[in-house]
């Protein structure tokens, strides 16, 4: 799309958000590896200090794979 619209990946990235936003959609926001380890981090806390059972932190820790 860069190429056919002579733009740059961010341009285009921004312009298809805003038509998404605009259409009701809510782009999806990808994680950096940093705060995905900082998630199942505070999922196997929760787990160790028993505020979660494990089949439950095995299904938030298949979510944040995704």
Do not use: F, H, Q
């Not at 705060?35 to 929760?46: F, N, T, V, Y």
């Amino acid at each position: 799309m860069e190429k056919v619209l002579n733009v740059s990946y961010p341009t285009v990235r921004a312009r298809l958000d805003a038509l998404l936003s605009s259409l009701g959609y809510t782009p999806i926001k990808i994680e950096s590896k940093e705060e995905l380890a900082a998630r199942r981090s505070d999922i196997l806390s929760r787990l160790e200090a028993g505020e979660i059972s494990a089949d439950e932190a095995e299904t938030a820790l298949k979510l944040v794979g995704r």
